[in-house]
């Protein structure tokens, strides 16, 4: 971005160094984070000071705080809506309103959460009373604006995180909405893991002067992520998902599956067998979804099958193993789904299933993310057939060797057409 103004890059400090207050210090010591990360140390200077902010970063990185720390600190107690963040799932607005109240801890700053699917009392209580900060989802906010419940005099800083991913969804009509109603003189901050060209018009649009910071490429892993990917038959993946779940290393399991049918299917074979397992998806009413999210999180579960609803904004500690069921059609998705696991410091694996059929959208997904992954050939579940033509290796080891000779010595993803087309003959 040659034309906009980009933050530098400092070297790591503390939140006192950043500027921060004593009071929400002893919040963000509360919390365990020990140091600011990448986008923090860019983004909160800048916050602090008022200005304008575009932030792209990955999911996982630190951004309700980058935002939030700032906002908390310039809001004035008693003088109604003062923050206002704009998020694209009842996920995502639920979780920035739960770290907005642990980060607001000692203080009397409200926050509450507005979205779509549950009962409209307690936002209209949150309304009423002129919470300080309020983290929404498009359409019900906009519903209680027009209906005359919001007071927008006073917001002083307005954030839409994940602004692609909203994009994405098609509320476009309904940000510019809230952008006719909130007040001219603001603080606008926007926070995307990509930045397309409608992101970037929209971000150039709507902020004055803004300072730019990226805190790492688009396709980055967080650290401590091992990825690997299993070559496997469509109809072997449960089987093959279960001879892994029997690795007691996999103690908190995120599972992704491409269709709501697929992650309700998947779940009753797995509560089968005896595993206990929670489903997420947009079809479920949102009490069920809280109640999945709540058990997941306190590891009354040991599974979570979800769809992309969970890719974002699902901040669960300790998430050991995330699963790409199927692989994600959008390049862009691998990203924020694997970076659910190996948060705050942990460590975690990310493992993808590849079917024949996804070879096309598995090269476009490293060449995206600009890194090899390794393949794992287990000869009963393998795509490729026999034995002499995939590798041998443990489950839960992820290493092998490879035929030294033939056609056992490539990857069955190197193999043309013909040749795979006759591998996968009954």
Known sequence: MEDEKTAQSPEPRTFE???????????????GWEEPTPIQVKSIPTGLAGRDLVGIAQTGTGKTGAFMLPALERIETG???????????????????????????????????????????PQLTALKEGYEVITATPGRFLDH????????????????DEADRMLDMGFRPQIE??????????????????????VHDLASRITNDAVWVEAAPSGTKAEGITELVYSVKPEMKPDLLL?????????????????????????????????????????LRMAHRTRALER????????????????????????????????????????????R?????????????????????????????????????????DYAGTPQAVSSVSPTRGRHSRSPTGMGSRDADDLTEEELADLLKP
């Open 79 to 121: 003088g109604g809506l003062q923050v206002l963040v704009l998020c694209p799932t009842r996920e995502l607005a639920q979780q920035v309103c739960d770290d907005t109240e642990a980060l607001a801890m000692g203080t009397q700053i409200r926050a509450a959460s507005i979205y779509g699917g549950v009962a409209y009392e």
């Open 243 to 283: 001879r892994l779940l029997e690795d007691p290393a996999w103690v908190q399991v995120l599972i992704f599956t491409r269709t709501k049918a697929g992650a309700d299917a998947l779940k009753a074979r797995l509560d089968r067998e005896g595993i206990r397992t929670e489903a997420l998806h947009s079809n």
């Open 17 to 31: 160094d950043l500027g921060v207050s004593e009071a929400l210090r002893a919040a963000v010591e509360a919390l």
């Open 341 to 381: 696991t190996a948060r705050a410091g942990a460590v975690g694996t990310a493992v993808t299933f590849l079917a024949a059929a996804d070879l096309g959208a598995f090269k476009s997904l490293t060449y995206h993310i600009g890194r090899d992954l390794e393949r794992i050939h287990l000869p009963e579940f």
């Open 296 to 339: 997941f999180a306190q590891k009354k579960v040991r599974v979570l099958v979800a769809t992309d609803i969970a890719q974002r904004g699902l901040d669960v500690e300790g998430i050991s193993h995330v699963v790409n069921y199927d692989v994600p059609k959008d390049p862009e998705d691998y990203t924020h789904r694997i970076g």
């Open 177 to 198: 909405g809230v952008l006719r109603e909130i007040p001219r003189k603001r603080q606008t901050m926007l926070f995307s893991a990509t930045m397309p060209h409608g």
């Open 145 to 160: 604006l027009g209906q005359g419940r919001v007071n927008l005099k006073n917001v002083r800083t307005f954030v839409l």
